[in-house]
């Protein structure tokens, strides 16, 4: 299973960008779907994430000003960022939480990152 980010860029403050992450390989399902995001020199931080029927957590940072969608027939989660701020700046990460069965019927499930797209909010 591969994940596959794109959308970021630079933006100026008070700007907007949307983020998508699409899903692939051998995917029976997949449960929640999150992005994170690592600042230079900060750990990685929960962005918001999203259960397979459309339950949305957010940190209390980005409240009211991101939005986060799926599209369960196309495996892909989306990231509306407005009203972006230069504290907004990072790396941002999606991840998955999947099933999938092999050719014996026998289940895996596992957590798959995406490589990251850089988010600039500069002036």
């Known amino acids: 299973v591969q994940l596959q980010a794109s959308g970021g860029g630079p933006v100026q403050p008070g700007g907007s960008l949307r983020l998508s992450c699409a899903a692939s390989?051998?995917?029976?399902?997949?449960?929640?779907m999150g992005w994170y995001r690592q600042a230079p020199g900060k750990q990685r931080e929960l962005v918001a994430t999203i259960s397979s029927g459309g339950s949305t957590n957010y940190a209390d940072s980005v409240k009211g000003r991101f939005t986060i969608s799926r599209d369960n027939a196309k495996n892909t989660v989306y990231l509306q960022m407005n009203s972006l701020k230069p504290e907004d700046t990072a790396v941002y990460f999606c991840n998955a939480d999947w099933l999938s069965y092999n050719d014996r019927d026998e289940p895996t499930v596992g957590r798959t990152w995406g490589q990251g797209t850089l988010v600039t909010v500069s002036s």
């Open positions: 390989g051998r995917i029976s399902s997949i449960n929640d």
